[in-house]
């Protein structure tokens, strides 16, 4: 099971994070987005709005992502639907 420990970088449907293992990955929501947030009652539409999407916070007691209209992501999802991280910029 992973545990994200930090964001690092924040932008629309993007985020960089860093996991237990130490490992830095960026993870691209856009596509997800975009099919989870098909019907326009979904709780996942309101993320599709970049100010929205912004406004992303670790929870630290389950060490995922969260978001205020209730949305949490499992962090083993977005271990493997993120890519490693291989250069030291923060974007």
Do not use: Q
């Amino acid at each position: 099971m992973h545990a994200i420990k930090e964001i690092i970088h924040i932008e629309p449907f993007k985020l960089t994070l860093k996991f237990e293992s130490g490992e830095i990955r960026k993870v691209d929501l856009r596509d997800k987005l975009m099919e989870w947030g098909k019907n326009p009652d979904s709780k996942f539409a309101e993320l599709k709005d970049p100010n929205c999407f912004l406004k992303v916070k670790l929870d630290l007691e389950f060490e995922t992502l969260v978001w205020d209209n209730g949305i949490d992501l499992c962090p083993d999802v977005l271990y493997h639907i993120s890519e490693e991280k291989k250069d030291k910029s923060v974007a």
